[in-house]
């Protein structure tokens, strides 16, 4: 049985007769159709799209109550998709049954714009009446919203705010929504980063709101997108740092993949763990409301109803991608309306052995052999197919926030052209799977109080508040000009990676918290491709680990705002060696509440989730003091390419050089001393250490060409230790050759 529209009943018109408006999205059974909620701020609203690959979708049905029977105006909210570029063929069309009648009109075949289209007049005999959309094509055919009313000159308004007004009050929405409040941060976009802020954030005590639009989390790295997540995790200065994203994080061998691979039931599994966040999937942040450069609250549209709701916090995290909530409250932003990467509508086919029969589809691109590259074959281990990946990517030169939905078009045109093309030669070819949620890579990038540039990260410059990091080559993409030519000529469709390879692919180069803040916007947090870079340093940062680990760090940030009173700008003035030292804390750290104190449950059975680190790390127990705190003598430098070893790495020298250990114990008593270390035919022969414990000093002479007595360290034996004493530990170049140091281990003897 058929649930009746939530809200729908618009009893009498601006002109006072009576009327019904129905939401579309707002169908109780939506059938095959999809709800489509990217571009609600260019077009006014979420909308029914049939996405069904050249096969007709199954019928969208609810129920409504109309004021009263008897003859009523249809007007219906729709485009021809392709009509802005005078394609033929108008490859939306669809059709609405009123009570079991299928009216005349073929809907969809209007307009290069969204527009109210007439269909005629329609005899209602009874109140409750079920409305159908039938799909007659299953390409991309789009419905917005349906008016009923008794008044032939009762048209709604086609845009703006005239329209917004006319769908508030049509719904019967109040026109302050009801507001939802105690929120410490709301986080805005459930990408890896908003995931990542969001759980970092509610594991320290915060009450959080994540905000996301879509019906699945994971954004770029959903089954709806299928990009999978890249940028290296828990390495350089914060092994801990990805751990949170490890978690949720698909290791897909496949770009586009299998739906399976991209996890979203894990994703929101784990957000739904938390008990500190409250979770508003399909709710679309369309307003923001700010005063005296705070944001008070955001203002949230359910994508499946229509309804609104005000949530209000303290503080607020972008995570959209696109800056909008930044924008929206007047952050300052950098953007490049032309020339920027651009959108990708990824697509894949497989190979059926039997014939598979395909539409024309002249409306679509009329791509030929070498108009576009063949399609790579899948990676994975199953099931093999071929694959249009990354690479099919448009919107360059368009506007990369007004013109979405028409880069997306463009995209889905030359997806269907190119496999048409395909058809020509392939009949056993079938159409697998094809994105219509675009993947972004540049639009908005909000200002923080220092702008990261790609020539910082070329030089690896220093920052205090060094955090991130980030190991993706500095990558930007332009249009390739292989296949820059005929119908692509003025609106490419593939691209080209350009990378500058000078980032520190094991260690990454670390992105400052600063750029992790609004300058203007004073309790504004950014996480994610909108954070403040400059173009260059963009091609590096913006990879979905990466960001996720950006939202890790504001997480972090958003508990030290909140417990001690302060802005995320004060965060660094004030607080940095606190964030820092948070930041070195396991992502499975927690707190029961905001005050209290930060806890590190142990390992879950089976180990942390997340891909094999190439780092060959030893796990200490006991007391380890590493080569990091050691006070160092003489020319040193790090290196990690000898294993294993402990933390980050390990430090050496040339003859003359010097490291020195301060060792101190809680619990006094008497600790076996290991001094680990890696054996080199250029180290040093005589490397003397002098340990100055409790009773006295213990010296001996180790020759680092050798192999250590233990493979991995050299015991020096047990010796006593107390809490109030201070302990040393010394290792000097006796002897030409690579001074060599790691870890220092004790071990209290039973």
Avoid at 460 to 465: A, G, Q, T, W
Avoid at 652 to 675: F, H, L, Q
Wanted: proline share 5%; charged share 25%.
């Amino acid at each position: 049985m058929l649930r009746p529209v939530l809200i729908a009943l618009l009893s009498t018109s601006l002109h006072g007769s009576e009327s019904l408006f129905v939401e579309a999205e707002a169908f109780s059974d939506r059938g095959g159709w999809s709800v489509d909620s990217q571009f609600i701020l260019n077009m006014g609203s979420a909308y029914l799209m049939a996405h069904g690959l050249g096969t007709p979708v199954a019928d969208a049905t609810t129920e409504v109550t109309f004021p009263s029977t008897g003859t009523y105006n249809l007007h219906l909210r729709t485009k021809d998709w392709v009509a802005k570029w005078n394609a033929p063929g108008a490859p939306g069309k669809f059709a609405v049954s009123i009570g079991g009648k299928r009216d005349a009109t073929t809907f969809g075949t209007d307009g290069a714009d969204w527009q109210w289209q007439s269909g005629g007049t329609v005899e209602i005999t009874s109140k409750k009446t079920i409305l159908k959309l039938i799909d007659l094509t299953g390409f991309n055919g789009r419905c917005d919203a349906l008016y009923f009313t008794k008044d032939a000159k009762d048209i709604p308004p086609n845009r703006g705010p005239d329209l917004f007004e006319f769908r508030r009050k049509a719904l019967k929405l109040p026109p302050i929504p009801p507001t939802k409040n105690g929120y410490d941060l709301v986080v805005i976009g459930g990408g890896y980063s908003g995931l990542s802020a969001a759980i970092s954030a509610a594991r320290h005590g915060l009450k959080v709101a994540l905000i996301h639009d879509r019906a699945v989390l994971g954004g770029n790295g959903s089954s709806e997108v299928q990009v999978w997540a890249m940028g290296g995790t828990q390495l350089g200065r914060f092994p801990h740092l990805g751990e949170i994203v490890n978690e949720f994080s698909d290791f897909s061998r496949d770009s586009p993949g299998l739906i399976h691979e991209f996890v979203d039931d894990l994703k929101e599994k784990v957000v739904r763990s938390e008990d500190n966040i409250d979770l508003y999937l399909n709710h679309f942040a369309f307003r923001t409301n700010t005063k005296d450069n705070l944001i008070k609250s955001v203002d949230a549209v359910d994508t499946t109803t229509g309804a609104f709701t005000r949530i209000a916090g303290s503080l607020f995290c972008d995570s959209t991608g696109h800056g909008t909530i930044g924008a929206q409250a007047g952050a300052k932003f950098m953007m490049a309306e032309k020339g920027h990467m651009g959108m990708s509508n990824m697509w894949s086919v497989k190979d059926t052995g039997e014939k598979v029969e395909w539409p024309k589809t002249p409306w679509a691109l009329p791509l030929g052999k070498g108009d576009y590259p063949s399609l790579h074959g899948s990676r994975g281990p199953y099931q093999k197919f071929k694959k249009a990946e990354w690479f099919w990517e448009g919107g360059y030169d368009k506007h990369p926030i007004n013109d979405l939905e028409e880069i997306r078009d463009w995209n889905l045109r030359a997806n269907f052209g190119a496999f048409a093309n395909i058809k020509q030669s392939d009949s056993s070819a079938k159409l697998m799977w094809m994105a219509f949620v675009g993947g972004n890579r540049e639009s908005r990038r909000i200002e923080g109080d220092i702008i990261l540039t790609g020539d910082d990260i070329a030089a690896k410059k220093e920052f205090p508040d060094a955090s991130v990091p980030t190991t993706w080559s500095i990558d930007l993409h332009y249009p390739k000009k292989e296949f820059q030519k005929g119908v692509a000529e003025e609106n490419p469709f593939i691209s080209i990676a350009v990378h500058d390879r000078k980032v520190d692919r094991k260690s990454g180069y670390n992105i400052p918290y600063r750029c992790f803040y609004s300058k203007n916007i004073d309790n504004l947090f950014m996480a994610g491709r909108c954070i403040s870079v400059d173009r260059r340093a963009l091609g590096t940062t913006r990879v979905m680990r990466t960001c996720g680990m950006m939202g890790e760090v504001v997480g972090k940030a958003a508990w030290i705002a909140t417990n001690r009173k302060t802005s995320p700008r004060g965060v660094y003035q004030n607080y940095l060696p606190l964030l820092i030292d948070l930041i070195e804390k396991p992502g499975r750290a927690r707190r029961q509440s905001l005050n209290a104190p930060l806890t590190v449950p142990p390992i879950p059975k089976g180990g942390l989730r997340g891909r094999p680190q190439k780092r060959n790390i030893i796990n200490l127990k006991g007391l380890v003091f590493d080569d990091v705190k050691a006070k160092l003598k003489g020319s040193w430098r790090k290196g990690d390419g000898l294993r294993p070893y402990h933390g980050l790495g390990y430090q050496y020298a040339p003859y003359p050089a010097s490291a020195t250990y301060n060792i101190r114990v809680k619990d006094s008593g008497k600790y076996e001393v290991r001094v680990h270390w890696l054996n080199h035919n250029n180290r040093t022969t005589a490397a003397e250490l002098v340990l100055t414990h409790a009773k006295g000093t213990e010296t001996i002479i180790l020759d680092q060409t050798k192999t250590p007595a233990q493979k991995t360290y050299t015991s020096l034996g047990s010796f006593d230790f107390v809490d109030v004493l201070p302990a040393m530990f010394t290792v000097t170049s006796k002897a030409a050759g690579n001074l060599h140091i790691d870890a220092i281990q004790l071990l209290k003897s039973k």
